[in-house]
């Protein structure tokens, strides 16, 4: 009898330490949450929400300090949507070719490449952006500044291509291959499976890694601190130097700036806004895309 | 009314538009590989020059010369070992609740799962701004070597946990069922016959994850690590840098020189994640299989 009491006891504390662990994951949101919006409520009381959006000059730092953060927002974006013009079509293409086309045996050797490729520090990229396709992009176009958008756009976009290959890859994977035999004995070539039944049939899993390739661009930061400059710029132009949400977190962490002054704060509320974008993105790849797939 | 095509030509036709296309979709592919092929070629190119004892085993300089990145390499394996210890018993921790001990039909194991979702998408700067706030700050450690590693450790805390799943999902459940029926306790179960088969994959998942930490520089300026020390860590609460923060520095100034010594910088951190990544892969493959 106590033997047993001895045992349950064990299990039961056990269970809850197990618990407690768990629980740290829990409270990483909770504290990411609470620490962003904190700091971002006492921002919202000095400087408004109306001044906050519409405004199209960002400068905390200048006297008179301007609160604009379009020119951040419009950063970031045109650098996310400039670097899915790399990502998504040379990721879907590598991974239509890994998942119709390619041998066992190519896949084998392929596979691996494309994870080193993901594995390298954003910070390589940077670096890469800096001394090797900002030169190019200066011999061909001269008036390109040093920091440009276009050159972090091109290193985002191959630093993304890796996992929208692999995920749109065993999203296609995941097609039962009854209904790819079923389609090549209609007599279908290869290039109509893929584009007539696998794709189709994969595209919500090829649209979730879309988004989460995007979010990813999103949130990427050392390629763009490095690269892309730190000059907020509201402009379409991917030739200017602009600057990121994330470019300006790091720059402001670089500065000496006073912890509790309103331009401490704007670390967190774009920190804010950052996560609050992401979160979204991630969100409609997962749970909208992921839900509305097709069965089999 | 359009003209009829013949069968045959319509097949060359298609056929021909399968080839075309297979060649476009595997270009797609030999492009991504010469990118890799010509970023390293270019690191090496710039950096090896540089490249030699005495850059390992320097102290930073304002000289680009004299500079080496001692420093930086150890303050890189301090926080990355502390990172381990704090990451790794957590995430397994919490694999084997959400696997083995949670009822997956409660609101909490629901909760738990969405959570570590999302927490694996938010942008790591993020979590720079977390460990500033919580760890730096509140809890008054300070920008140290701790602080760091409690931070990349909640970075890459959902990643342990999501490999730990994964690996003690692939234990056989007549193997753990078999335990049970012996009288074993869960617990025991646990650590005498999940654990040990589980190991390896949860070794590989981890160090992979670890791997992505070396490389991690935003959230490191987030929560104080320098660009620039010249004296080594010898205790958790020191000051620090690393090697992704020393290679940053070093690439954000302009004389070509530095940059020269960036690159260098650069092959030494690929060399080390190439290690790393060697031997998770080294483990997959000893291990894999073992168990039909």
Same mark, same amino acid.
């Given at each position: 009898?106590?033997?047993?009491?001895?045992?349950?006891?064990?299990?039961?504390?056990?269970?809850?330490?197990?618990?407690?662990?768990?629980?740290?994951?829990?409270?990483?949101?909770?504290?990411?949450?609470?620490?962003?919006?904190?700091?971002?409520?006492?921002?919202?009381?000095?400087?408004?929400?109306?001044?906050?959006?519409?405004?199209?000059?960002?400068?905390?730092?200048?006297?008179?300090?301007?609160?604009?953060?379009?020119?951040?927002?419009?950063?970031?974006? /045109?650098?996310?949507?400039?670097?899915?013009?790399?990502?998504?079509?040379?990721?879907?293409?590598?991974?239509?070719?890994?998942?119709?086309?390619?041998?066992?045996?190519?896949?084998?050797?392929?596979?691996?490449?494309?994870?080193?490729?993901?594995?390298?520090?954003?910070?390589?990229?940077?670096?890469?952006?800096?001394?090797?396709?900002?030169?190019?992009?200066?011999?061909?176009?001269?008036?390109?500044?040093?920091?440009?958008?276009?050159?972090?756009?091109?290193?985002?976009?191959?630093?993304? /291509?890796?996992?929208?290959?692999?995920?749109?890859?065993?999203?296609?994977?995941?097609?039962?291959?009854?209904?790819?035999?079923?389609?090549?004995? /209609?007599?279908?070539?290869?290039?109509?499976?893929?584009?007539?039944?696998?794709?189709?049939?994969?595209?919500?899993?090829?649209?979730?890694?879309?988004?989460?390739?995007?979010?990813?661009?999103?949130?990427?930061?050392?390629?763009?601190?490095?690269?892309?400059?730190?000059?907020?710029?509201?402009?379409?132009?991917?030739?200017?130097?602009?600057?990121?949400?994330?470019?300006?977190?790091?720059?402001?962490?670089?500065?000496?700036?006073?912890?509790?002054?309103?331009?401490?704060?704007?670390?967190?509320?774009?920190?804010?806004?950052?996560? /609050?974008?992401?979160?979204?993105?991630?969100?409609?790849?997962?749970?909208?895309?992921?839900?509305?797939?097709?069965?089999? | 009314?359009?003209?009829?095509?013949?069968?045959?030509?319509?097949?060359?036709?298609?056929?021909?538009?399968?080839?075309?296309?297979?060649?476009?979709?595997?270009?797609?592919?030999?492009?991504?590989?010469?990118?890799?092929?010509?970023?390293?070629?270019?690191?090496?190119?710039?950096?090896?020059?540089?490249?030699?004892?005495?850059?390992?085993?320097?102290?930073?300089?304002?000289?680009?010369?004299?500079?080496?990145?001692?420093?930086?390499?150890?303050?890189?394996?301090?926080?990355?070992?502390?990172?381990?210890?704090?990451?790794?018993?957590?995430?397994?921790?919490?694999?084997?609740?959400?696997? #083995?001990?949670?009822?997956?039909?409660?609101?909490?194991?629901?909760?738990?799962?969405?959570?570590?979702?999302?927490?694996?998408? #938010?942008?790591?700067?993020?979590?720079?701004?977390?460990?500033?706030?919580?760890?730096?700050?509140?809890?008054?450690?300070?920008?140290?070597?701790?602080?760091?590693?409690?931070?990349?450790?909640?970075?890459?805390?959902?990643?342990?946990?999501?490999?730990?799943?994964?690996?003690?999902?692939?234990?056989?459940?007549?193997?753990?069922?078999?335990?049970?029926?012996?009288?074993?306790?869960?617990?025991?179960?646990?650590?005498?016959?999940?654990?040990?088969?589980?190991?390896?994959?949860?070794?590989?998942?981890?160090?992979?994850?670890?791997?992505?930490?070396?490389?991690?520089?935003?959230?490191?300026?987030?929560?104080?690590?320098?660009?620039?020390?010249?004296?080594?860590?010898?205790?958790?609460?020191?000051?620090?840098?690393?090697?992704?923060?020393?290679?940053?520095?070093?690439?954000?100034?302009?004389?070509?020189?530095?940059?020269?010594?960036?690159?260098?910088?650069?092959?030494?951190?690929?060399?080390?994640?190439?290690?790393?990544?060697?031997?998770?892969?080294?483990?997959?493959?000893?291990?894999?299989?073992?168990?039909?």
């Amino acid at each position: 009898m106590t033997k047993k009491k001895k045992r349950w006891l064990e299990e039961k504390s056990i269970e809850w330490v197990l618990i407690m662990v768990s629980v740290i994951s829990i409270l990483t949101t909770v504290g990411i949450v609470m620490t962003l919006f904190y700091e971002s409520y006492e921002f919202f009381t000095v400087v408004s929400i109306k001044e906050f959006f519409t405004t199209l000059r960002w400068a905390p730092v200048f006297d008179p300090p301007s609160f604009g953060v379009l020119p951040l927002l419009s950063g970031t974006f /045109l650098i996310a949507f400039l670097s899915s013009f790399i990502s998504l079509p040379l990721g879907l293409g590598s991974a239509i070719y890994l998942s119709e086309f390619a041998s066992k045996k190519a896949r084998k050797i392929i596979k691996p490449i494309l994870e080193l490729l993901a594995g390298i520090p954003s910070i390589v990229y940077g670096f890469f952006a800096l001394t090797f396709i900002t030169p190019i992009i200066r011999s061909v176009l001269p008036d390109t500044s040093i920091y440009n958008a276009l050159s972090a756009s091109i290193a985002v976009g191959i630093m993304t /291509l890796p996992m929208v290959a692999s995920l749109s890859e065993d999203a296609m994977m995941a097609v039962p291959d009854s209904i790819r035999q079923g389609a090549y004995a /209609l007599g279908s070539t290869k290039l109509e499976v893929a584009i007539h039944v696998i794709v189709p049939a994969a595209f919500s899993g090829i649209g979730a890694s879309f988004m989460l390739a995007i979010s990813r661009a999103v949130g990427e930061t050392m390629i763009v601190a490095i690269a892309a400059g730190q000059t907020p710029t509201f402009t379409l132009n991917p030739l200017e130097s602009v600057q990121t949400m994330t470019g300006f977190m790091v720059n402001m962490a670089l500065g000496d700036i006073q912890q509790g002054s309103i331009e401490f704060k704007t670390v967190f509320v774009v920190g804010a806004l950052l996560f /609050l974008v992401t979160l979204v993105m991630n969100f409609i790849a997962k749970f909208v895309i992921q839900k509305n797939r097709e069965v089999y | 009314m359009k003209k009829k095509i013949s069968y045959h030509t319509r097949l060359k036709r298609r056929l021909l538009l399968n080839q075309i296309f297979k060649f476009i979709f595997m270009s797609t592919i030999i492009v991504s590989i010469m990118v890799l092929a010509i970023l390293v070629i270019d690191v090496l190119q710039k950096g090896l020059g540089s490249l030699d004892l005495d850059f390992i085993l320097n102290m930073p300089s304002s000289r680009p010369e004299r500079a080496g990145i001692l420093p930086a390499l150890l303050g890189t394996l301090w926080v990355i070992g502390l990172t381990a210890l704090i990451s790794i018993p957590v995430g397994i921790g919490t694999a084997i609740y959400l696997q #083995v001990y949670a009822d997956k039909k409660s609101w909490f194991f629901k909760a738990l799962n969405i959570n570590i979702a999302n927490l694996a998408g #938010v942008p790591s700067i993020v979590y720079g701004i977390l460990g500033l706030t919580v760890f730096v700050q509140l809890l008054k450690i300070g920008p140290t070597v701790l602080a760091g590693a409690l931070t990349l450790s909640l970075l890459i805390l959902p990643v342990i946990i999501v490999s730990s799943i994964e690996a003690i999902k692939a234990v056989p459940s007549s193997i753990t069922e078999g335990s049970l029926a012996l009288g074993v306790s869960r617990w025991r179960t646990i650590t005498g016959v999940v654990l040990p088969m589980a190991t390896p994959g949860i070794m590989t998942g981890s160090i992979l994850a670890l791997s992505r930490a070396m490389g991690e520089a935003a959230p490191m300026i987030m929560v104080g690590a320098v660009g620039f020390v010249t004296f080594l860590p010898d205790s958790i609460m020191d000051r620090y840098t690393l090697l992704p923060m020393l290679i940053y520095n070093w690439t954000s100034r302009p004389q070509d020189a530095f940059a020269q010594i960036a690159a260098a910088g650069i092959i030494v951190m690929l060399i080390l994640l190439l290690l790393t990544n060697l031997t998770a892969i080294i483990i997959r493959n000893k291990t894999q299989n073992r168990v039909d």
